[in-house]
C-alpha cells in the first residue's frame, strides 16, 4: 500500500495542473453562458478566472481549442470541449459514506446532479443510522458496496466520516472495487496504485486564510524572525 500524489501527467495526456484549473475555467463560461454571452476572449475569461492569459490559451491548447482571432472563444462550445474534458458528459454514480453533519449536508448538496454526478447510495456503518432517511435517501449498510459496485456501476466514493475511521472505510470502498475517492477526511490515505484520492482539508484551507487576513493586518507578522 502507498501513499498516492497526483501524477504529472493524466491519462489523457493532459497536465494535471490544467486538470485542476479546467473547472474553474468551466464555472465561469457557466456563468457566461447564464449571462447570455456567446463568446469571450482570452484575456476576459483569464482575468475572471484568475490566470494570466497565456496560461488560459496554453491550458485550452490542450483541449485542441485556440479560440477564433478577434472572436475569442465560444462560451458554449469551450465549456462542452471541458466537459468532455473532465468526463461530466456522462453521470458518475457517486455514494457518500458517513451520515455526520458533513455527509448529510453532501447528501442534501442540489449541484451533484447538474455537475456530471449522480449519487446513488448514502452509506453508514452505525445500525442507529442504517435505514434512517436523509436527503430523501435510505442510508444503507456499508456491506452493500460490492453490489453498489456490480449493480449501479458505482464509480467514486465520497469520505465525509470522522478520521480514525476514514482508512478503514477506504479499504472498504477499494476493496469492493471503487478507484475513485473524495476524502474530507482529515487524514491522508493509503490505497493501491490504480487509485486516485483527491483531499478536501476544510482546517488547512482555513489556516491558509487565517495567514492572509494577519498578512493584510500586520505585514511585519509574517517576517522571518531571528532568534
Keep these: 500500500m502507498t501513499i498516492v500524489s497526483a501524477a504529472v501527467v493524466s491519462p489523457r495526456g493532459i497536465p494535471e495542473a490544467t486538470v485542476a484549473r479546467l473547472p474553474g475555467y468551466l464555472r465561469c463560461l457557466t456563468t457566461y453562458a447564464d449571462d447570455g454571452i456567446a463568446s469571450v476572449s482570452s484575456e476576459e475569461l483569464a482575468a475572471v478566472a484568475g490566470v494570466s492569459p497565456a496560461k488560459l490559451r496554453k491550458d485550452l491548447s490542450h483541449l485542441g481549442s485556440y479560440g477564433t482571432r478577434g472572436v475569442g472563444y465560444e ?39 447538474t455537475r456530471g454526478f449522480r449519487v446513488v447510495a448514502l452509506l453508514d456503518r452505525d445500525p442507529e443510522v442504517i435505514g434512517t432517511t436523509v436527503a430523501g435517501r435510505r442510508v444503507r449498510p456499508m456491506s452493500d ?30 476493496g469492493a472495487g471503487v478507484c475513485s475517492i473524495l476524502n474530507f477526511a482529515p487524514r491522508p490515505l493509503a490505497v493501491p496504485e490504480d487509485v486516485v484520492v483527491r483531499k478536501v482539508d476544510l482546517s488547512t484551507e482555513l489556516q491558509i486564510l487565517a495567514f492572509h487576513e494577519q498578512r493584510k493586518s500586520s505585514p511585519a507578522a509574517t517576517k522571518a524572525v531571528t532568534p
Design 145 to 174: 458496496l460490492p453490489e453498489l459496485v456490480s449493480g449501479e456501476g458505482l464509480a467514486i466514493g465520497v469520505i465525509a466520516t470522522p478520521s480514525d475511521s476514514a482508512q478503514e472505510v477506504c479499504d472498504q470502498l477499494t
Design 75 to 113: 462560451v458554449d462550445r469551450l465549456a462542452y470541449e471541458i466537459s468532455v474534458a473532465l468526463g461530466l458528459t456522462q453521470d458518475w454514480p457517486v455514494a457518500i459514506v458517513g451520515m455526520g453533519n458533513l455527509g448529510r449536508a453532501l447528501a442534501a448538496y442540489s449541484g451533484f446532479g
